[in-house]
């Protein structure tokens, strides 16, 4: 044998060593494979038994609104039949000031906003301008006014006051 040649037993087992490698490494690749659909397989599983659960929590509260609305709707036919309105519930800190010295209180934006999105609520159940007024005690031509803007408030601009300032000016003038 000469230097740098390999002996021919070693030249016939690379090419079979080689195959052999390349086997043992699919193999592997399929065991990995076959484990994680294995896993696949079993995450779906999870997840059709945790989806039917869902659907049978969403039919029985399906169920439960569906008797919710039952009995509502037969206690507005109770109050239609026996003439019966709800009360409407007022917060105090939004009701509408009256008498002296009440020129400015609760009347910012603010509070006149939340005054409508109440008002606003209270039509759409249902309740008549009229008895939203008596149970504000105001007109009803406010509530009107609301419903008119969609019950959104406008900001004022700050003309009014610049007009009433014009206005007290002209009359302190003194003439002699």
């Known amino acids: 044998m000469g230097k740098g040649r390999l002996p021919m037993r070693d030249i016939v087992d690379l090419p079979f060593n080689a ?51 039952e009995k509502l709707a037969c206690k507005q036919a109770k109050a239609v039949i026996q003439e019966v309105t709800p009360d409407l519930i007022i917060p105090k800190h939004l009701k509408k000031a009256c008498g002296v010295g009440s020129g400015k209180m609760n009347k910012s934006y603010e509070v006149i906003k939340k005054r409508y999105a109440l008002w ?31 019950f959104i408030p406008k900001k004022s601009s700050g003309r009014i006051k610049n007009r009433f300032l014009s206005i007290n000016k002209t009359k302190r003038i003194k003439i002699k």
């Open 120 to 150: 606003k609520l209270q039509y759409e159940s249902g309740f008549s301008m009229v008895q939203i007024a008596r149970a504000w005690k105001c007109d009803h031509g406010s509530i009107a006014h609301a419903k008119r803007n969609n």
């Open 19 to 69: 195959l052999s490698y390349r086997v043992k490494v699919l193999e592997d690749r399929i065991a990995t494979q076959a484990n994680q659909i294995t896993a696949m397989a079993h995450q779906s599983l999870q997840d059709r038994i945790n989806i039917r659960a869902f659907e049978e929590k969403l039919q029985e509260r399906e169920k439960y609104f569906k008797t919710l609305s």
